[in-house]
């Protein structure tokens, strides 16, 4: 079964940046859709951003221009770059790996907090 840690959350002020990332543990994975998702209390998770095997990345609206997904395929990782930093971006952050078109394997998230 794979495995997924994120990591790179924190406090932050709004405007600011931070990069998160998430390590798997199959390198086989690198042939997989990966996929960023956050959930703020209260609420249900909401997808944020994918990144096909081939490079390929998609966007919620609400991040588009703001976000960037990437991966690296031989560190079997990756990141969420992430800009102009919001309050109501404030969640925990999560990744996840697609199989046969479903979000089959999840990493244990981690907090983002951006202060108004």
């Known amino acids: 079964q794979a495995q997924l840690v994120e990591s790179g959350g924190g406090l932050v002020q709004a405007g600011g940046s931070l990069r998160l990332s998430c390590a798997a543990s199959e390198s086989t994975f690198s042939v997989n859709t990966l996929g960023w998702f956050r959930q703020a209390p209260g609420k249900p998770r909401e997808w944020v951003a994918l990144?096909?095997?081939?490079?390929?990345?998609n966007y919620a609206s609400s991040v588009m221009g703001r976000f960037t997904i990437s991966r690296d395929k031989a560190k079997n990782t990756v990141y969420l770059q992430m800009n102009s930093l919001k309050p109501e971006d404030t969640a925990v952050y999560y990744c996840?790996?697609?199989?046969?078109?479903?979000?089959?394997?999840w990493g244990q998230g981690t907090q983002v907090t951006v202060s108004s």
């Open positions: 990144i096909t095997s081939g490079g390929n990345t």
């Open positions: 996840s790996i697609q199989v046969s078109g479903l979000w089959a394997y």
